[in-house]
């Protein structure tokens, strides 16, 4: 099939924006390349203090003819996403001894969860740990002993930050090793009423304990289609999972047996194995792209608008929002998952999965087809389910058909014909929405602004009866310069609530929503933020403020906007406190949410 023509432009705008960076970043990788594998250009001393503990792994490493796997790990048993990586060291150094290999942790990263710091001080350092991870990760391989990698990490900002720290070693293989998500509890539906319930305080909070405690009930990732999973399919259509890997279970034979297949398999693509295939030649600009065609067929999180942009950057790669939104504008949702949907990710496998709309996508001309891959060449490897049967793993060939087409359907007869996710631009800034939870009815909202400077202020406004008609909320100060840039995710109940009740509601914020986003409209990520003298910091109780989901506008309609002083809020609560003092570099540094919102320069 001939590559789409939208794909295919916006390809080649992405290849000639990049070119300057990209070519620079493969000359570094080139570089490190060919001086070989790293551990030889050690001293005696340098070797000695890396191999001092290895045991019996120790004349193996000493001898340098052997491949030696690096491990960064995100493991904690706070989380029960991580929690499962606990065995895994020990699994992979068995698996790559089986192939003469040696393997050896070579660090640990941080993992936080959004989900227990929504709401909480804690949130602010939440995408900040993106960087963090990325730089904990980076001086884990820096000892430089190692051949390829393997990566343990599974949510939100755990998988970006590893990805950018994987380019930075880009002459390395390396391959992404999940955990799977939790079986199916109460359903994300249900939980969701609780919620509400318990907002409109209609029921106590025994109950909203036990409705939560029902549904993230035991190790793996939450089952709803937020940002961790977002990031397990961004690693399959971007070639750096095994293939059917992402949504397979904890604790399962097959699980076991792609972790150890996954850490022999990145020794083989080291430069002493059988065929060298570098991060750097995986993660190039067909990727990317795959990566966020994937992204809307699949009505992903909105998060990943800032995390694949910094991801691209880390490997020299340029882009831009309007890149996502004119491959959104062609590409078919496929799924209903929920937010978007009732089913959850464990519904979406059985009904055929990632392999099915790999399959369907490349079939209809949406994804580059010619990439390589931490599998092999092509992207048709992902086509491919995996089997576990008699002690041996193999892949079979994936469904060809939806096995449930209320959760799954194929790209000629898809849910809605564009993407999950819409560029919004207009008087007030540039902001993302995601469309694909929102009802078509629900998506434009012209109404009178209440202006707010904190989720708390929004939640006593509502607390006190005072939203009593159509309102666009506008939460300002929210940025990563402003506060680190939180997910405003506790405010859906409320605001579910109020849609509940009839009115025309909306949601505007230089903050974040996060993957969880609901059926409110919410025009997130505003650029330029408040504190950087965007619109956003002008606007007024009762100014008439149109969102627009369809046209992918966002205006204020109101005369001598420009001509107002900014507005300004008292920040210093959220200068301490938390770690908060420790991050002042990073709310000095960080760029704007359009280019990443990283303290990283191109």
Same mark, same amino acid.
Not at 3 to 14: D, M, P, Q, Y
Not at 18 to 42: C, F, I, Q, T, V
Not at 156 to 181: S, Y
Not at 412 to 422: I, R, V, Y
């Given at each position: 099939?001939?590559?789409?023509?939208?794909?295919?432009?916006?390809?080649?705008?992405?290849?000639?924006?990049?070119?300057?960076?990209?070519?620079?970043?493969?000359?570094?990788?080139?570089?490190? &390349?060919?001086?070989?594998?790293? &551990?030889?250009?050690?001293?005696?001393?340098?070797?000695?203090?890396?191999?001092?503990?290895?045991?019996?792994?120790?004349?193996?490493?000493?001898?340098?003819?052997?491949?030696?796997?690096?491990?960064?790990?995100?493991?904690?048993?706070?989380?029960?996403?991580?929690?499962?990586?606990?065995?895994?060291?020990?699994?992979? /150094?068995?698996?790559? !001894?089986?192939?003469?290999?040696?393997?050896?942790?070579?660090?640990?990263?941080?993992?936080?969860?959004?989900?227990?710091?929504?709401?909480?001080?804690?949130?602010?350092?939440?995408?900040?740990?993106?960087?963090?991870?990325?730089?904990?990760?980076?001086?884990? +391989?820096?000892?430089?002993?190692?051949?390829?990698?393997?990566?343990?990490?599974?949510?939100?900002?755990?998988?970006?930050?590893?990805?950018?720290?994987?380019?930075?070693?880009?002459?390395?293989?390396?391959?992404?090793?999940?955990?799977?998500?939790? %079986?199916?509890?109460?359903?994300?539906?249900?939980?969701?009423?609780?919620?509400?319930?318990?907002?409109?305080?209609?029921?106590?909070?025994?109950?909203?304990?036990?409705?939560?405690?029902?549904?993230?009930?035991?190790?793996?990732?939450?089952?709803?289609?937020?940002?961790?999973? %977002?990031?397990?399919?961004?690693?399959?259509?971007?070639?750096?999972?095994?293939?059917?890997?992402?949504?397979?279970?904890?604790?399962?034979?097959?699980?076991?047996?792609?972790?150890?297949?996954?850490?022999?398999?990145?020794?083989?693509?080291?430069?002493?194995?059988?065929?060298?295939?570098?991060?750097?030649?995986?993660?190039?600009?067909?990727?990317?792209?795959?990566?966020?065609?994937?992204?809307?067929?699949?009505?992903?999180? %909105?998060?990943? +608008?800032?995390?694949?942009?910094?991801?691209?950057?880390?490997?020299?790669?340029?882009?831009?929002?309007?890149?996502?939104?004119?491959?959104?504008?062609?590409?078919?949702?496929?799924? !209903?998952?929920?937010?978007?949907?009732?089913?959850?990710?464990?519904?979406?496998?059985?009904?055929?999965?990632?392999?099915?709309?790999?399959?369907?996508?490349?079939?209809?001309?949406?994804?580059?087809?010619?990439?390589?891959?931490?599998?092999?060449?092509?992207?048709?490897?992902?086509?491919?389910?995996?089997?576990?049967?008699?002690?041996?793993?193999?892949?079979?060939?994936?469904?060809?058909?939806?096995?449930?087409?209320?959760?799954?359907?194929?790209?000629?007869?898809?849910?809605?014909?564009?993407?999950?996710?819409? &560029?919004?631009?207009?008087?007030?800034?540039?902001?993302?929405? /995601?469309?694909?939870?929102?009802?078509?009815?629900?998506?434009?909202?012209?109404?009178?602004?209440?202006?707010?400077?904190?989720?708390?202020?929004? /939640?006593?406004?509502?607390?006190?009866?005072?939203? %009593?008609?159509?309102?666009?909320?506008?939460?300002?100060?929210?940025?990563?310069?402003?506060?680190?840039?939180?997910?405003?995710?506790?405010?859906?109940?409320?605001?579910?609530?109020?849609?509940?009740?009839?009115?025309?509601?909306?949601?505007?914020?230089?903050? !974040?929503?996060?993957?969880?986003?609901?059926?409110?409209?919410?025009?997130?990520?505003?650029?330029?933020?408040?504190?950087?003298?965007?619109?956003?910091?002008?606007?007024?109780?009762?100014?008439?403020?149109?969102?627009?989901?369809?046209?992918?506008?966002?205006?204020?309609?109101?005369?001598?906007?420009?001509? !107002?002083?900014?507005?300004?809020?008292?920040?210093?609560?959220?200068?301490?406190?938390?770690?908060?003092?420790?991050?002042?570099?990073?709310?000095?540094?960080?760029?704007?949410?359009?280019?990443?919102?990283?303290?990283?320069?191109?």
């Amino acid at each position: 099939m001939t590559l789409n023509s939208t794909i295919h432009r916006v390809t080649e705008r992405i290849i000639a924006r990049s070119e300057g960076p990209r070519g620079k970043y493969l000359e570094h990788m080139a570089a490190a &390349r060919a001086k070989g594998p790293a &551990r030889g250009h050690l001293s005696c001393s340098g070797q000695a203090h890396a191999y001092a503990a290895s045991g019996d792994d120790k004349d193996r490493l000493s001898d340098g003819s052997s491949g030696n796997l690096g491990i960064v790990t995100a493991y904690n048993d706070m989380l029960s996403a991580h929690q499962p990586f606990a065995p895994y060291p020990d699994v992979i /150094k068995a698996a790559v !001894r089986e192939i003469g290999g040696t393997a050896q942790v070579a660090g640990g990263v941080p993992a936080m969860c959004d989900g227990v710091t929504q709401g909480e001080a804690g949130m602010e350092l939440s995408l900040f740990s993106r960087d963090v991870i990325a730089l904990a990760a980076s001086v884990a +391989l820096s000892h430089n002993t190692f051949d390829a990698a393997v990566f343990l990490g599974v949510c939100d900002k755990i998988v970006p930050g590893l990805v950018i720290a994987a380019q930075a070693f880009g002459h390395l293989p390396a391959v992404f090793l999940p955990a799977g998500p939790m %079986t199916s509890g109460l359903s994300n539906d249900e939980k969701a009423k609780v919620r509400q319930q318990f907002a409109a305080g209609e029921v106590g909070r025994d109950a909203l304990m036990a409705a939560e405690m029902a549904a993230y009930h035991g190790p793996g990732t939450c089952t709803f289609y937020g940002t961790a999973n %977002t990031n397990q399919m961004l690693m399959e259509f971007m070639g750096m999972h095994l293939p059917g890997s992402s949504f397979v279970s904890p604790n399962t034979p097959l699980r076991e047996a792609l972790t150890r297949y996954g850490a022999q398999r990145a020794l083989s693509l080291s430069a002493l194995g059988e065929v060298y295939t570098p991060t750097c030649d995986i993660l190039d600009e067909r990727a990317f792209v795959n990566g966020i065609v994937g992204l809307n067929a699949t009505g992903g999180s %909105t998060n990943l +608008l800032i995390h694949l942009v910094a991801m691209a950057r880390a490997g020299g790669i340029i882009l831009d929002w309007e890149d996502f939104s004119e491959i959104s504008d062609v590409t078919p949702l496929m799924a !209903r998952v929920y937010p978007n949907g009732l089913a959850d990710v464990n519904h979406f496998h059985a009904a055929g999965g990632l392999g099915y709309m790999i399959g369907d996508l490349l079939k209809e001309g949406f994804l580059h087809p010619d990439v390589k891959t931490v599998a092999g060449e092509g992207l048709e490897h992902y086509t491919k389910d995996p089997v576990y049967a008699d002690g041996a793993l193999s892949w079979r060939d994936g469904p060809v058909a939806s096995l449930n087409d209320r959760i799954l359907r194929p790209s000629a007869d898809p849910f809605q014909p564009t993407g999950g996710l819409k &560029r919004m631009s207009g008087s007030l800034g540039t902001a993302v929405m /995601k469309v694909s939870a929102v009802a078509p009815e629900n998506r434009i909202v012209e109404a009178p602004a209440r202006v707010f400077a904190d989720q708390e202020s929004v /939640k006593a406004a509502f607390k006190a009866g005072e939203f %009593t008609g159509d309102t666009v909320v506008i939460v300002r100060f929210q940025g990563p310069k402003a506060n680190g840039m939180p997910e405003l995710h506790s405010l859906t109940p409320l605001l579910s609530i109020l849609q509940g009740k009839g009115y025309k509601v909306a949601l505007v914020t230089d903050g !974040r929503m996060s993957g969880a986003s609901g059926k409110v409209p919410a025009a997130i990520h505003v650029s330029p933020e408040a504190v950087d003298g965007g619109p956003i910091a002008r606007v007024q109780d009762g100014d008439i403020v149109r969102v627009d989901g369809e046209a992918g506008t966002l205006d204020i309609l109101a005369e001598g906007v420009d001509a !107002r002083a900014d507005a300004t809020a008292d920040l210093s609560s959220a200068q301490w406190g938390t770690g908060r003092e420790l991050f002042s570099m990073f709310r000095n540094t960080v760029g704007a949410a359009t280019d990443g919102a990283s303290i990283f320069g191109e």
